[in-house]
């Protein structure tokens, strides 16, 4: 089992009081399994991922990622864990703007311990159609090519698992549907897991597992609290 | 209370930076050098002049020097010999007497009776500590008591 | 890509900021390199064991006008001494020797001093070491003989083109416009080879030939001969040692004795040195203060260019974050980012520093004939790196601790 939960709570407190945002009952993904979740933005949805990628530390429950335990661990031990084992996809500005395209596919694998050779390098970047962009920089890819570069940088380390909030959020359909099966199907080449966060149907629709947010952050309803 | 102890601080590294001679107020102490190594004794004010003495073994040696901080310039006198009345230490009255004869220091045209060089030998000398002695000099054509106070100096001022 | 890739990848994407960081502080410690060198260079020339003389003996004036002239060929002798008191000061128990020497007359800028021959044989410029006219240390010729011969120093030798049998006329005085002694050519024998102290700025002549140069008065002339009206503008004296190589005790009883004289005065060039470096450690002392603040204004510019490439860089060291690294990783980059700009301006700095010290040196050796060199390992060289690399560190622990506390997500754009 790559994620498991039980009980995964998070709350964000602050001067003005204590906010609940996610308590979920339970929640698991197997291995090389493809999930959507989707729901409204602004629900928690990004929350979830940032605690599975070890951004931030459940305030209560268990949540174990990969085998391990992430409810106990350092800050930092998060970071090395996230690194080794773990990509993370945003919607945009996923790549540091002074690397070009090959060297940001080269950072993904930055903190493995392992590195990674600008030939393998170069052939992720081929599988994701980019092999001729490859030293050119983010400012000079469209949006939609920026992605392609992310899948690729996101595949550099071997992860057990991909998260991707909202990725084709900033795109057109077309680009967006591109972009989503791109990452499926390098996701299914590379054994890894992904948990994909959208709010659009038409991409959720793609995953034979998906999840409806509210339905999985039930137990806060019942506290009556964020939904 | 910062800024007390900071003035503090500071008045104390002036005051130790002057004893140390850093500052130029510390330049005076280089005009009463005794350029021979010996003890300076007024000719009767610092102003005046200095009779620097110096014992080496058995020898007393004698330089009349300049007043002030003019203590490395010689100052000549007429007298052909100089007769020290000299008490030893811890006695009352005078139990010594010294000759001292002019020594012309050829290398400044001196001569005996215009000279500032003196010297005398005495066995007592080598175990002489400390000892007091008068005379008489003629100075710039005045008569001058010479007070010796051998090792600390004399200086009325 | 590793930690090291990382670091120079950020140094060169703000390539513009890092250069002028480092070009800052590159000249910063140039100026304080090369002063220090050159202060240290300076003290150990003007204290050099006096350059060969114990004592100088000299007219009355200045102690540090006779020092000047009779070691370095500058300034001028203010007045002559009687031959006869030189040589009563020879009969002193203290004085082992002495070379006399008559300086005032020059040839094309450079100082022609009248001395004794010994002054070749006897004279040890440094420490056991004599002037040399052999071939394989650099030298060609003799020492003079006859009165119309003359040997040149090796730098005046350089300057004036000077080869063995070339002629010249001494100008009587050593200022521009001063009378030449047209009528008295005089051949030089030797070049002396190189020593690095101001005599290979001299040419020499044979002592009596200057009596008997003419344009001097019949006085000067008589000079020659007759011992009783000689004058000389000063010796060179060799005191006496006791215990090996301790200069007698007594030098300083003749220094008193010579200075009630009405003619003459004795000059101990260990003492007088020193006091003139004291009077220029001043201006050193000050030209130091500036290189230090100009290094100091350099390593705020570094603490500025730091703070201000993390405001930019924000979003890309959340990332770094994203990808795996620690706090403790971005915390170290921006300290690696700093310590390679303070410790590369640094080793440029002494670089340059060393290339300023050879261009001085250069104008330097033109004008007094001291040696100073390039290559001088001088105390700043060993302090300066690791100093720098502490101020770079120190100046980048703001931005670094910054960069330590950066929220992730807060400099993330997520939408959900």
Known sequence: MIVKLENLQFEYRSGAGTFPILNIPSWKVEEEEQTAITGMSGSGKSTLLNLIAGLLKPTGGHLEVCGVNLSELSESRRDKFRGQNLSYIFQTFNLLQGYTALENVML?????????????????LDRVGLSRRSGHYPSQLSIGEQQRVAIAQALAKKPKLILADEPTGSLDPYHSGEVVELLCETCRENGCSLVLVSHEMKVAERFSRREDFAVLNRGLSGMGGKQ | MFVGTFVKIMSATLLAAVCCGLLPGAEKEDGHKAYH???LNALGTCENGHAEVRIDGDTLKLWFVGGGTDTNKAVRITNKEIVLEVTLNGQKAPSEKLVLKAVPNSLAEE???DCSQFEGKAGWLRHAKRFFAISTITLKSKKQTLRIEYPDGYDPD | MNFRQIVFKSLRSHWLSTSLAILSIALGVALLDSVVSLREQTHRNLTQEGLGADAILGPKGSPLQITLNALYHLEEMPDKIPWTYYRKVLEDEVVADGIPFIT????AGFRVNAIDERFFTAFEYLPGRHFSFRPEDGGQGR????????????????ILHISLGKTFNPTCGVNAGDPVHVNDTIKFVGIMAPTGTPHDRAIYIPLKSFYTLEGHGSDVQSMAVDEDHREISGAYLKIRRIRGDVLHPGIQDLKYNINQSSRAQLVIPNEVLPRLFNIIGWVDSVIMG??????????LFLFIALITALRERRRDLALLRCLGATRR???GLILCESLFMSGTGAILGIAIGHGVVWIGSELIRVETGLRFSALYLSSADFYILPALLLLGLLAAVVPAVQAYRLGVLKNLTLIS
């Open chain 3, 290 to 299: 500036i290189a230090l603040l100009v290094t100091l204004l350099a390593l």
């Open chain 1, 108 to 124: 993904g694998a930055a903190f493995t311990g392992r590195q990674l050779d600008r030939h393998t390098a170069r052939a992720l």
């Open chain 3, 143 to 158: 020492i003079f003989q006859g009165n119309k011969e003359a040997v040149a120093g090796y730098e005046a030798a350089r």
């Open chain 2, 37 to 39: 190594h010996g003890c």
């Open chain 3, 329 to 331: 990783t971005v915390m």
């Open chain 3, 104 to 107: 005032g007359h020059s040839y």
């Open chain 2, 111 to 113: 001569k005996v009776g």
